[in-house]
């Protein structure tokens, strides 16, 4: 079937499939890892290619902040109410992986007051607790705090490991069959009679070049989705808008600093490890992999972290990077900041009349689960399978189960 | 824009063994190692593979030797000046192809499963939790002189956590570890060349938390086991 490498077994794993349905999953981000997760559940056989590293697309490279959807709860609710979800599924069934110190939405100016009572409904409307905090009461729980702040509301943020939570689908995946293959490209899909059968790719590893036949071809590749379905002479509306990132070396708090105003540049800090992150600019490219670092932005970032807290000012900057977010919207779009955090599954059947390829995009890291169900029951659905879902309750292996794997 | 020449290791699983690859890479100030592999990538090999994810220092897939010497790609400038960089992967961990070595190996070597998440050392007021400092990047185990002539040897990396589990258990059962250190090819085994301190991306300090493990070895004062003179 495949001319590419076999792993341990040359086989499906211990845990045999209990269809004969084969899924072929292009991305290896979280969306990718979450639906072979999802997928080898319900039994599917599945394989996934990454022409890299796992995650080392969009997903690695996020900020890692676990959304309590707070962000998202006064202009974008359906995607508030799908991180508020997400958040607790996740807390359950990936235990440690998390530093659960919550968030502060901050208000440092009389206009940030204006969003105060904007954000305390939407939260309320989506489900999102909050307690609102006396400058005193934040200061002490964070005091690097910029001293001037009005008041902050706590929420339920978390800081997420970007790469190490993901890695823990992947492992699942594996552990339940799922043949999981970094370092092969997709270099087209096999398209007959009006239906994708497979993809044409390059393993990176051995040199080989081949094809690999399935029932159903998932595109799950993120901003770089765009690319993948033009290999079938199909448009998705995607739109990569990158944002720059930038890592100081200390850490300036525990948790999740939001800024308490609309979402906008330099908006947010937050620990990781020995290591804070302000967060984040936001534009719109044609090419993903073009990816530079403006200046212009890295300076925004720390005049406006430094607002949230001053000492973001004074620390030695570690690295500053980009990364391509993948919205789903118009061409028209200019920076990004317009189009919603929501995912959505696009069956081409119905789409393009196409058959065999869905592609699933949108969302962000903490939806990555939601993301992976949604497009598995589009996938169950096109194969005539009657599988539920399973992932909401299933609790994920160590990251480090993946290379033990 | 200048430009430096970079010797890429290459090595596919198709028979024809390693070799090193040349490529001239336009480089600025702040070009780091990483940039100079994804532009080659980009322009003009794609075959290439390398490892990398976060891009701040904070995951530790990027690892590679820079001229001999261990470094995480993208935090690294290359500099503007000087003549052929040698870009080779990571020592004492098999290479799967080009700069990619076997995670597995490494994880292989620990006590356990580690856990990634303990208590803040800022949480006075709140019960707050953070990540461990390690990497889990496999620059010291490259970096390491015994590792490098003794693959039994668990190694700098495997050793700096179980001192972590002495000071801060989270369920580990202190007895247990103590034990797994205390054997010749673990605590023991290490010459104390701090190397693997030097090259850590991280702030975890290897060489001083071997140091403080043996010596809560001698303290605990059994000694089943020493290295061989």
Not at chain 1, 351 to 356: N, P
């Given at each position: 079937m495949t001319t590419i490498r076999p792993q341990s077994d040359d086989g499906w794993g211990a845990a045999r499939p209990r269809h004969d349905a084969h899924v072929l999953v292009i991305g290896g981000g979280g969306t990718g890892g979450a639906l072979a997760h999802d997928l080898a559940l319900r039994g599917l056989r599945v394989t996934l290619v990454e022409r890299g590293e796992l995650t080392s697309g969009t997903t690695g490279r996020h900020h890692g902040l676990l959304h309590s959807g707070a962000r998202y709860a006064v202009n974008d609710r359906e995607s508030a109410v799908e991180c508020i979800e997400e958040n607790a599924v996740l807390r359950r069934i990936c235990p440690g992986s998390f530093e659960e110190n919550d968030g502060l939405f901050v208000a440092v100016t009389e206009q940030d007051l204006e969003y105060l009572e904007p954000l305390l409904e939407g939260c309320a409307a989506c489900g999102i607790p909050t307690q609102v905090l006396a400058p005193a009461e934040a200061l002490a729980l964070e005091p690097n705090l910029n001293p001037g702040l009005k008041v902050a509301v706590r929420v339920p943020d978390a800081t997420v490991d970007a790469m190490r939570m993901p890695l823990r689908f992947f492992a699942t995946a594996c552990r339940n069959g799922a043949r999981v293959y970094p370092f092969v490209e997709v270099t087209g899909l096999l398209v007959h009679d009006g239906a994708v059968g497979g993809a044409q790719v390059h393993d990176l590893v051995t040199g080989a070049e081949g094809g690999v036949g399935a029932d159903v071809v998932v595109n799950a590749a993120g901003p770089w989705s765009g690319r993948i379905a033009s290999m079938a002479d199909i448009e998705v509306p995607i739109r990569p808008s990158p944002g720059v990132l930038l890592a100081l070396r200390g850490r300036l708090c525990d948790m999740v600093v939001n800024r308490l105003h609309r979402s906008g540049d330099g908006d947010i800090v937050l620990p990781t490890r020995g290591l804070s992150v302000v967060g984040t600019s936001s534009w719109v490219v044609d090419d993903p992999d073009d990816l530079d670092v403006p200046e212009e932005h890295v300076r925004r970032m720390l005049e406006e972290g430094r607002k949230l807290i001053p000492a973001v000012e004074q620390a030695e900057p570690r690295a500053a990077w980009s990364a391509a977010r993948p919205l789903i919207g118009s061409r028209t779009a200019d920076t990004g900041r317009e189009l919603s955090r929501t995912f959505k599954t696009f069956d081409h059947a119905e789409?393009?009349?196409?058959?065999?390829f869905v592609t699933i995009t949108g969302g962000k890291g903490t939806t990555l689960r939601a993301m992976a169900e949604l497009c598995a029951d589009v996938v169950c659905r096109k194969l005539g399978l009657d599988e539920p879902c399973r992932t909401r309750d299933t609790v994920l292996l160590p990251h480090t189960a993946y290379y033990a794997a | 824009m200048k430009s430096r020449r970079l010797r890429v290791f290459r090595f596919k699983r198709d028979g024809r063994g390693e070799r090193f690859h040349e490529f001239d890479v336009p480089v600025g100030p702040t070009t780091t190692v990483l940039d100079a592999l994804l532009w080659i990538k980009r322009h003009r090999d794609r075959s290439l593979a390398f490892r990398h994810s976060c891009l701040h220092a904070s995951c530790g897939t990027c690892g590679v030797q820079l001229n001999g010497r261990e470094v995480l790609a993208c935090v690294t400038p290359l500099g503007e000046r000087g003549g052929a960089a040698t870009i080779e992967p990571l020592a004492n961990l098999p290479v799967l192809t080009d700069l990619v070595v076997d995670q597995a190996e490494l994880y292989a070597r620990f006590y356990d499963v580690r856990p990634l998440v303990r208590s803040s050392e800022r949480g006075a007021a709140d019960a707050f939790t953070r990540y461990e400092d390690c990497l889990e990047c496999g620059l010291c185990l490259s970096a390491c002189p015994i590792a490098g002539s003794s693959d039994a040897y668990v190694g700098p990396a495997a050793l700096a956590q179980a001192q972590r589990l002495l000071e801060e258990p989270r369920g580990a059962e202190q007895e247990e570890v103590l034990d797994w250190a205390d054997r010749p090819d673990a605590a023991w085994r290490c010459h104390a060349a701090f190397e693997c301190t030097q090259v850590c991306p991280g702030g975890v300090d290897p060489a001083a938390r071997i140091m403080a493990l043996r010596g809560a070895l001698l303290r605990r004062g059994r000694g089943r086991a020493r290295a061989p003179a």
């Open positions: 789409e393009d009349g196409v058959e065999g | -």
